[in-house]
């Protein structure tokens, strides 16, 4: 048995890789124990290339560490396990495995055990969307961590924390706990760690439509993952969300440059859910500038690897821009159906738009990963440690006889002895030291997140109602009822935008204007054929207003907009519409001018027989308003309203 034991890591050396030298102790070793750490290492070099394998090989690890009645090797094994169930899309079960490790680690009081394992659960809640839950299991992790002066785990759990604030839309707090977890990560050198924590930070400024930060931020996010060595799928995640910005700019050939960037590092890993993502990106870019050929061949491909690995959002995605490429040919029947195939995904993965970042954690776990190699490492050093020791107690043993090997053994085992009570001693002080962190209330009453649930089914119907409808559109003959559908449709879209907004806001009550009319205002105009001759300009006064007035006023603006592209700009003339919206003292004042075609004389909004005209009158009485128009340079339609009354 001890020349099993002191000739182990003689494999290790030489030319052959980690994973051979790993096969062939375990064809030498008899040890239960040493068979679980080597069974687990070697799970982890194959996590990622092919999780089924690595479960397989992690499950025998597990059985030897229950063969040797090591209870903490079975805590890890059965963490390694949840991990690797987490990288199959396996929640649930993940849950079991994490939760069982933790029972482990909570019986014997080992606080770092608890502390991985509990940032694991908060990685399984985020990706489920509990976001309470995650935040629960993530502030535990964080207190142990701090108590443990852990730095480099305080990093990766403060970016944690982050990610979940982003996801609540607080995106000044999610700022600020990823400047914590960058200057942890700055003083450990650790790269890795900076770049994702500026790669969310960066996602924070794009949200809050700060462009410029946003592209500075991905690309200090890029440079360092170069700097450290790290190409491949996270540099492909950030070269993506560059082209992301430039993409809903606009800029198409730079989106392209940088999606066709992103695909190329994903494949250097062969990370085909990255790569994936890349070619979606691109099919859309090349749909959005007519290169339909080129949509079609990279549509092709996103399907074929969306149906073989179940990547549900993707399909959804792809079934939808399908569809769309149909109505450009004129098939509307097929277009139905791609688009009747996308609706039924999207269902089926209620608020999957959340659950894409995913993606995002596995970069989190792979420093998580790092975390579990290393101690590996340390464990490997104790055994070059024990190798030597154990050496010199043979070497004494041949030359003094029965006697003195006995000795060493009783020495071996006085050591262990005092390394088990210095190990418990630590441990009670460790307990002592403990501090408990008050759980933060909810942020979300129950009524609250049902109602943020029945807008996300409102927009989703909207949504349908406004696709069915542009479908029914392009079959009508009468070019009247054509234009009517398309109108209707219009309306049904403001509304649908400011569903979207609410469902995705903290305050299902009240909306920031800021944020509600100038998405509103970008959709309206980019639906017309003439958009790009025609300059927006927008001075929107940033404050609160309640849903009900701004469902009225997003279909008021939607008309007279829609108005002034069909009416005040026909064929090729270009010019400029300007928005001002702001408040004073006792009521609200929106303004809508255009130095487009001019008002008839005898024009009066009273007297009009159009159906959208009557309608922004109805709309305004409704608001206790009034709508004035002026026709001089510019034809200008004001309105205003009262501020609602305040109780004191």
Not at 129 to 137: F, H, M, P, Q
Not at 225 to 239: E, H, M
Request: aromatic share 10%; proline share 2%.
């Amino acid at each position: 048995m001890f020349f099993f034991l002191l000739t182990l890591p003689v494999f290790l050396s030489g030319d052959i890789s980690e994973a051979d030298s790993l096969r062939q102790l375990i064809r030498i070793t008899r040890n239960d124990s040493l068979l679980g750490e080597y069974y687990i290492r070697l799970g982890v070099l194959t996590d990622e290339t092919d999780p089924e394998l690595s479960i397989e090989l992690t499950q025998k690890a597990l059985n030897h560490f229950m063969q040797a009645d090591f209870p903490l090797g079975q805590a890890r094994a059965l963490n390694s396990m949840g991990y690797n169930h987490w990288l199959m899309g396996q929640y649930t079960t993940a849950i079991s495995y994490y939760t069982e490790a933790l029972t482990i680690y909570n019986t014997r009081n080992i606080q770092s055990g608890i502390a991985r394992v509990t940032n694991n659960l908060g990685a399984i809640y985020w990706g489920l969307n509990n976001y309470d839950k995650a935040l629960e299991y993530y502030q535990q992790s964080l207190a142990i961590r701090k108590m443990m002066d852990d730095r480099r785990g305080e990093s990766i759990v403060l970016n944690n924390i982050g990610m979940v604030y982003q996801e609540w839309q607080l995106f000044d707090q999610a700022i600020q706990y990823h400047h914590q977890a960058v200057k942890i990560a700055e003083n450990l050198d650790d790269r890795e760690a900076m770049a994702y924590s500026y790669y969310n930070m960066g996602r924070c400024f794009e949200a809050q439509k700060r462009t410029d930060q946003a592209l500075e931020y991905f690309r200090t996010a890029y440079d360092e993952y170069r700097n450290g060595g790290k190409i491949g799928g996270a540099t492909s995640l950030v070269l993506r969300g560059m082209g992301d910005l430039y993409f809903h700019q606009g800029h198409f050939e730079d989106a392209l440059y940088y999606y066709r960037r992103a695909l190329s590092d994903a494949l250097q890993e062969s990370n085909i859910y990255r790569g994936t993502h890349a070619r979606l990106s691109m099919a859309k870019t090349f749909f959005a500038t007519d290169e339909t050929d080129s949509a079609r061949i990279y549509a092709g491909e996103v399907l074929e690897t969306a149906k073989a690995y179940e990547y549900d959002q993707f399909l959804r995605d792809i079934y939808y821009l399908m569809a769309d490429m149909e109505v450009q040919k004129e098939n509307h029947e097929k277009a139905l159906n791609y688009f009747k195939m996308a609706s039924a995904i999207d269902d089926s993965i209620f608020n999957e738009e959340k659950s894409s970042r995913f993606t995002e954690l596995q970069i989190q776990y792979n420093l998580e990963k790092k975390e579990r190699e290393n101690e590996l490492l340390r464990k490997d050093n104790e055994i070059q440690v024990l190798r030597i020791r154990r050496e010199r107690v043979i070497r004494y043993s041949f030359m003094t006889g029965t006697l003195l090997v006995l000795i060493a053994l009783g020495v071996l085992y006085r050591q262990r002895s005092d390394l088990k009570r210095l190990n418990q001693n630590m441990v009670q002080e460790i307990q002592e030291r403990k501090t408990a962190e008050a759980r933060i209330a909810s942020l979300l009453e129950e009524k609250e997140i049902l109602l943020k649930e029945v807008h996300h089914r409102i927009k989703n119907n909207l949504n349908t109602v406004r696709s069915l409808l542009t479908l029914q559109a392009r079959t009508l003959p009468d070019p009247g009822a054509r234009q009517a559908l398309k109108d209707a449709g219009n309306r049904v879209q403001s509304m649908s935008l400011l569903y979207e907004r609410l469902y995705r806001s903290e305050n299902v009550h009240t909306h920031s204007t800021q944020e509600y009319f100038s998405s509103l205002i970008h959709d309206i105009i980019q639906v017309f054929p003439n958009s790009k001759q025609v300059t927006v300009k927008t001075e929107i006064e940033d404050f609160m207003l309640s849903v009900k007035i701004l469902s009225g006023l997003g279909i008021v603006v939607t008309e007279l907009i829609t108005n002034a592209m069909k009416y005040a700009f026909p064929e090729d003339r270009s010019g400029i519409i300007r928005f001002h919206l702001f408040q004073r003292d006792t009521h609200f004042v929106l303004k809508l001018c255009n130095n487009g075609v001019p008002l008839p004389d005898n024009f009066s909004p009273e007297n009009t027989s159009g159906f959208g005209l009557q309608l922004v009158s109805m709309l305004i009485q409704q608001l206790n308003g009034s709508l004035h128009v002026h026709s001089n340079e510019e034809t200008c339609f004001v309105i205003e309203f009262p501020k609602p009354e305040t109780e004191g």
